[in-house]
Structures are given as structure tokens and as C-alpha cells.
């Protein structure tokens, strides 16, 4: 924006508005020149430092670190902080054989979770405990079965199984925390009104978006349906959070209730006609345009607030969207099929629950 206030133009324009009358020379290692040149530095420098004050008065996805002070100081809004996934983990071995709290279990990638409390392999030889991410974020999400070694193995256990992780959630993006910021002065929050039980709820670790239906049961009754920032149905305990949050808010006479999201899989299945493209490849590229779509359906269905629940309906999949997608993919010539969930026609989403991406075949 400033790239020509350099220290060499705005010398020589400070030298070019000398009046010659005046006697004063502009001539180099003249007295005007050797003042104008640190002259001109420090002026440079302060054109250099304005595109970081645009980048605090005008904030964006891209100023980093102001994003949280003009979240907090003008939106009382705090950066959300990423959630631990857990998972049950069946233990078998010998019978007596004591595995301590903290016992450390990894994936193949090197991702670590430990038990939470002490488990006894009882007389059958095995044991049910529960194992939590060493950290937070999404990529804890394992699959059932996907933690095969351990720190240090212990004399008596010889295998274990887990389910699949759920619960972990990546630290709130810059552009979520902008999307936040951005709805907050466009949307006001004020006076328990919709606005402000969606800010509530927003406002909790690893919550993703929150949808408000006002009088679901009757006058002084509001209603929030809840998913995790990965847009999947949020955990119990992230309900529980919820819940506790907007009761400490919530005006006198409200009664609140935060349920999870139910998750309706969509499965995908093409057939296709491809050039200078594998089929590898087109899968992953449509696994990830399906799972951008997926997103944007959820964000415009919870991002509102629905003033009764005749207005909370069900929205729609669209079958010619994904049709468009597969099509656009470079190396993509023709489809002979694609169905989703089988069929070939628009899906319907019931209003409380969010599409969630499962099997997509290319072949």
C-alpha cells in the first residue's frame, strides 16, 4: 500500500520543495541534505509500520495476534481452546496383573494416550479402561483398533484393543475466531435475545457451531442443538458444558436445553471416465470437496436463529451439487453413475442432525 514511500522519494521530495530564493542549497552534502536524509529514514519508517495499524483497526483471518485483542477487547469474545479425544481400551492378560494409571499406550504415527485410572485384570484375564490424548486436536480421532504399542511394555499384559477416539478438537483457527468476531457486530447479542444464547455456547472449548430454536417447548423455552468444531455431534460432556454455560447466563425465567447433533452418514459412489488422472486421485479430491460441501450445509443450517420451531425444517443435500463437483475435477471427462446413499436424487437432512462424510467409491 506504501511501497513508494521509500527513504529515497521522500528525500527527494523534501528537497524538491526548497525555494532557491531562500539561498538554501539542496545540493548533495549540502546542510538541507545531510538533514533531510535521516529525516526522510524515520518518516520511511513509520510507512512501514501502518499496514500493521490497518491490520488493528481493520481486523481479518490474516492479523494473527490483534484478532484476540479486538476479540476480547471489543466483543468480550476469548479464542477457543482444542479438547482431549478419549476412548475405552479392553486390556487382556494375566489374571492379578495391575496396569498404573498414566500407563502410556501410541499409535503407529506416534501419538500418545494414557490410562486414566488404574486398571486389574480381573479373574478372566482382561480389563476395561479409558485412555485420553496426551493432546489436544482432531487428529486424536483414532480409529478402533489403531493403538498397537506401548511406552513401556508391562510383564502380564499381552494385548489390548480400543475403540475409536472421539471428543478431540483442534484449537479455534484464526478464521473461526474472525467468523466469531464478524458475526458478533453484525448480529448483536443483547438481552437473552437468540444472538446471545448462540455466543454462549459458542463460547465453550472444542463447540463448532450451535443452533437456536426459540419456544421449542413453550414461552421461556430456547433450545440449542450442539457439534464440535470438527462438525460432528458433540460429546456429552461438551452438552454438559454448554448447558452449564448458558444457565450461568441465561436471563431469570429461561429454561435452556442442549442436546448433540445426531450424525446421518453420506455415502458416495461414482463411476467415471478419467484422462491423465488416477482413480486414487479423483477419490481424494472429491473426499474433499464432499467434505467442504458437508460444512457449508451445516454453517448455513445452524447459523441462524429460528424464532419457533416451525421454522427449524429439514434441509436438503443436493444431489446435482456433488454431480458438479465430480464433474469439475481435472482429468474427469464423463460419469456413467453417482449415487448418494444410493440413490440419485436430492437427500433430505432432518433439522437436529448433520451430514457426516463416510464411504466415497470412485471407480
Known amino acids: 500500500m506504501f511501497d513508494d514511500r521509500t527513504q529515497e522519494q521522500i528525500k527527494k521530495e523534501m528537497l524538491a520543495e526548497i525555494d532557491p530564493s531562500t539561498g538554501l542549497s539542496s545540493m548533495a552534502g549540502s546542510f538541507a541534505d545531510s538533514v533531510a536524509g535521516p529525516t526522510a529514514r524515520q518518516i520511511c519508517q513509520v510507512y512501514q509500520a501502518l499496514p500493521a495499524v490497518l491490520s488493528m483497526l481493520f481486523v481479518d483471518e490474516t492479523s494473527g495476534g490483534y484478532l484476540d485483542l479486538v476479540a476480547r477487547d471489543y466483543h468480550n469474545l476469548t479464542r477457543r481452546a482444542g479438547t482431549r479425544a478419549s476412548c475405552p481400551i479392553t486390556l487382556a492378560g494375566k489374571a492379578g496383573t495391575v496396569i ?64 475409536a477416539a472421539i471428543g478431540g478438537t483442534d484449537e479455534e483457527s484464526d478464521q473461526q475466531m474472525y467468523d466469531r468476531i464478524d458475526e458478533a457486530r453484525k448480529r448483536p ?44 455431534p458433540a460429546s456429552e460432556e461438551m452438552v454438559t458444558a454448554v448447558l452449564e454455560a448458558v444457565k450461568a447466563s441465561k436471563p431469570i425465567g429461561a429454561t435452556p436445553s442442549v442436546t448433540a447433533a445426531q450424525s446421518l452418514e453420506i455415502t458416495v459412489a461414482a463411476t467415471v471416465t478419467c484422462s491423465g488422472v488416477s ?15 458437508l460444512i457449508s ?62 464411504e466415497v467409491t470412485v471407480t
Open 279 to 293: 482413480q486414487d486421485e479423483v477419490s481424494t479430491e472429491l473426499k474433499s470437496r464432499m467434505a467442504e460441501y
Open 189 to 232: 447479542a443483547t438481552s437473552g435475545n437468540g444472538w446471545d444464547y448462540r455466543r454462549w455456547a459458542l463460547s465453550v472449548e472444542g463447540v463448532g457451531e450451535t443452533k437456536v430454536v426459540e419456544l421449542p417447548h413453550g414461552p421461556g423455552t430456547v433450545g440449542l442443538t450442539v457439534v464440535d468444531s470438527n462438525y460432528a
Open 100 to 163: 498404573p494409571a498414566g500407563t502410556v499406550f501410541l499409535t503407529p504415527s506416534g501419538l500418545r494416550f494414557t490410562l486414566r485410572e488404574k486398571a486389574v485384570l480381573g479373574q478372566s484375564g482382561t480389563a476395561v479402561g479409558e485412555l485420553d490424548a496426551a493432546e489436544v486436536g482432531a487428529a486424536y480421532n483414532v480409529g478402533e483398533g489403531t493403538i498397537t504399542a506401548m511406552w513401556v511394555n508391562l510383564p502380564g499384559l499381552e494385548s489390548w484393543e480400543n475403540q
Open 297 to 358: 450445509l451445516v454453517r448455513n443450517k445452524f447459523g441462524r436463529i429460528y424464532y419457533s420451531p416451525e421454522e427449524d425444517l429439514p434441509y436438503p443435500l443436493l444431489y446435482n451439487r456433488v454431480l458438479a463437483m465430480l464433474l469439475t475435477i481435472d482429468g474427469v471427462e464423463n460419469f456413467s453413475t453417482l449415487t448418494v446413499n444410493g440413490g440419485t436424487e436430492d437427500l433430505s437432512i432432518p433439522a437436529d442432525h448433520v451430514p457426516v462424510l463416510g
